[in-house]
């Protein structure tokens, strides 16, 4: 099964994530998917589809005005039913997280060395200076040759490339089986990008790290992603191996998202993402879609198995 797999190291079941206020949000409305040990499964979608809120709802990030539903298993405990101390725990220690500005991510007034060692000392109990000095040395192994320098450096000395290889290495330094990167080259010029590239393959390669990456980079995520999610309307509408999704896409919205890609001609999608507060009618992309029949206005389709992959449309059902 493409949404599932066998011994999952995560499992998102029926996920629903609602924001409260003058009008209700619905984020995300049953998003279900699971991450295999060391396998990268990459989120796309337009901007407002409900990435970020997957992954901070993963994470028990959400702000205090949002409901969540549904199950998040990692390795067989529901996150979503863990103690805030319980997940105090997992977090950095068997999840890491990798947002997109790095600026913000890194505490500005302590050096970069000190926040690469400050897990190593909280969570394993590493005396401070043997903590600094195994910073340095995964500063070393990530290819920063004067390593012992960098450490002393502070966030606003260094390049947001930089500071993003730092943050991926504070997030890996208790090699957490999963790491969570929310658009992580947003920002980036294409030599820092092809770094960061180097560095999350060599994660699941050296390290065995499963990945749930958000990219906007359709390309990014094609040279990494074993499997692709496609996100609209903060559902999942499609699921597959990465070669499938991008060699023959079957929904609608993932061939609109790739023929977006330069090399297909930028032809943009007609239309625009709709409001999470009021959602269309029956298929949530039925305004834009040029396939659309009466039936899909009306009608909302599941996500159904075709062929190993799944994907949310009637022109399959
Ligand atoms: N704190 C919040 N309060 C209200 N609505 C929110 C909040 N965070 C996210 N949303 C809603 O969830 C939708 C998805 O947001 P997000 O996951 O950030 O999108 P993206 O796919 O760009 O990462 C947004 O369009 C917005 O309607
Ligand atoms: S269900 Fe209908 S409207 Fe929705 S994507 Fe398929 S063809 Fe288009
Ligand atoms: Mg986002």
Redesign the pocket.
Known sequence: MSAGIVNALLEVKDLQ?F?K?IKT?T??SGISFSIGESETLA?V????????????AIMRL??S??RVKGIVKFRGKNLLELSEKEMIEIRGKEIGIIFQNPSLALNPVYSIGHQLAEPLHVHRKEKKERALSMAAGALKNMGFANATEYVRYYPSWCSGGMNQRFLIAASTMLDPALLIA??PGKGLDRKCMSELETELKKLKVEKKTALLL?S?DLGFVKRLADRVAV?YA?EIVEIADSSSVFESPLHPYSKGLLNSLPEKGFIPIPGF?P???NPPSGCRFHPRCSLRKMHCTENHPDLTEINGRAVRCFLYH
Do not use: Q, R, W
Request: aromatic content about 4%.
């Open positions: 994530v924001f206020g949000i984020a995300l989120l979608g337009e901007t407002g589809c409900g990435k970020s809120v997957v992954a901070h959400l702000p005005e949002s929310d658009e958000i906007h996100m903060g993402s409001s999470l507060s």
